[in-house]
């Protein structure tokens, strides 16, 4: 008997040995050398940026650890879907998500979309819409011609000592020494080499010969992300504006409100006449303009 206890009990011994090895804590990673990027992204049906925020817009995360981001609708919206793209997350309730641990670059998509208990608001767009009718702003028949800015009203007559900025959305000119229309734009969005993608342009049309033109708008027309927007710069493509008795209609643009952040669309007032002996364009005046803040569709009354 005795031998056969002395087995049972080492039995014991190495069960309890093997149990112990087995609830031991699993080796630590070394510290994190390997780090990936979270980035944020905004959608919305009316906007090129969406109406909200995600933030932070991106943040670099060591390897297996986790990271919030706080999400935000606009007022009167509300925030429809979350696409984590593999970053994975848990809604904490209070406008923020926390990821799961991260292990590749990964960006999380917020959607917004009109709230329905906002419809009374939403359909009343007066606030957003700014409105100044009385800029009356000549326009000179020269090369540099004068540059106003949407947001704040200020223009700029530019001079050959002190041509006017990138900080003005339009610039009525002439161009190869012949006194016409054509609308120039900033250069910071020059870089952007698919037309579609800039955030300032005119609504127009492009021909089989890729030649762009912007021409005068009337009441009723509606300028939105549903047009095409184009970025005439040679004399001949503004020839609609070139007439004997002249136009008083509308030219339709957007552009990036530095403000909000997102594309703003709207319209100028233009009053144009034509020049004896030859038609021009000129004189010229803007003689108002609006837009709407919140990136929506506008409609000239």
Same mark, same amino acid.
């Given at each position: 008997?005795?031998?056969?206890?002395?087995? +049972?009990?080492?039995?014991?011994? /190495? @069960? $309890? &040995?093997?149990?112990?090895? %087995?609830?031991?804590?699993?080796?630590?990673?070394?510290?994190?050398?390997?780090?990936?990027?979270?980035?944020?992204?905004?959608?919305?049906?009316?906007?090129?940026?969406?109406?909200?925020?995600?933030?932070?817009?991106?943040?670099?995360?060591?390897?297996?650890?986790?990271?919030?981001?706080?999400?935000?609708?606009?007022?009167?919206?509300?925030?429809?879907?979350?696409?984590?793209?593999?970053?994975?997350?848990?809604?904490?309730?209070?406008?923020?998500?926390?990821?799961?641990?991260?292990?590749?670059?990964?960006?999380?998509?917020?959607?917004?979309?009109?709230?329905?208990?906002?419809?009374?608001?939403?359909?009343?767009?007066?606030?957003?819409?700014?409105?100044?009718?009385?800029?009356? +702003?000549?326009?000179?028949?020269? /090369? @540099? $011609? &004068?540059?106003?800015?949407? %947001?704040?009203?200020?223009?700029?007559?530019?001079?050959?000592?002190?041509?006017?900025?990138?900080?003005?959305?339009?610039?009525?000119?002439?161009?190869?020494?012949?006194?016409?229309?054509?609308?120039?734009?900033?250069?910071?969005?020059?870089?952007?080499?698919?037309?579609?993608?800039?955030?300032?342009?005119?609504?127009?049309?492009?021909?089989?010969?890729?030649?762009?033109?912007?021409?005068?708008?009337?009441?009723?027309?509606?300028?939105?992300?549903?047009?095409?927007?184009?970025?005439?710069?040679?004399?001949?493509?503004?020839?609609?504006?070139?007439?004997?008795?002249?136009?008083?209609?509308?030219?339709?643009?957007?552009?990036?409100?530095?403000?909000?952040?997102?594309?703003?669309?709207?319209?100028?007032?233009?009053?144009?006449? $034509? &020049?004896?002996?030859?038609?021009?364009?000129?004189?010229?005046?803007?003689?108002?303009?609006?837009?709407?803040?919140?990136?929506?569709?506008?409609?000239?009354?």
């Amino acid at each position: 008997m005795t031998p056969r206890i002395r087995v +049972l009990v080492s039995a014991t011994f /190495l @069960l $309890g &040995a093997c149990a112990f090895v %087995q609830a031991a804590p699993p080796p630590q990673r070394p510290a994190g050398t390997t780090t990936w990027t979270v980035s944020t992204a905004v959608m919305g049906p009316a906007s090129l940026v969406g109406h909200g925020s995600a933030i932070p817009v991106s943040q670099v995360v060591n390897e297996g650890d986790t990271t919030t981001v706080a999400i935000t609708p606009d007022p009167g919206y509300l925030l429809t879907s979350l696409d984590d793209f593999d970053c994975g997350g848990t809604d904490n309730g209070d406008g923020t998500w926390t990821t799961d641990p991260i292990y590749g670059d990964c960006t999380i998509t917020a959607t917004f979309a009109l709230s329905a208990s906002d419809v009374v608001f939403q359909g009343d767009l007066d606030p957003d819409i700014k409105v100044a009718d009385d800029v009356n +702003l000549d326009l000179p028949a020269t /090369l @540099l $011609g &004068a540059s106003i800015n949407w %947001q704040t009203g200020a223009t700029c007559t530019g001079t050959s000592d002190a041509p006017c900025d990138n900080a003005y959305h339009l610039r009525p000119a002439t161009g190869f020494g012949v006194p016409v229309f054509v609308f120039r734009f900033p250069t910071n969005d020059d870089f952007v080499l698919d037309d579609s993608l800039r955030s300032y342009g005119l609504a127009g049309y492009s021909n089989a010969d890729d030649e762009q033109f912007s021409p005068p708008l009337y009441s009723g027309a509606t300028i939105g992300p549903e047009q095409t927007f184009v970025f005439p710069t040679q004399p001949f493509e503004t020839a609609a504006w070139v007439t004997t008795d002249g136009v008083d209609a509308y030219l339709g643009f957007r552009f990036l409100n530095s403000n909000t952040g997102r594309i703003n669309y709207g319209y100028a007032h233009l009053i144009t006449s $034509g &020049a004896d002996p030859v038609a021009t364009g000129f004189p010229a005046t803007i003689v108002g303009y609006a837009y709407n803040r919140r990136g929506d569709a506008i409609t000239i009354p």
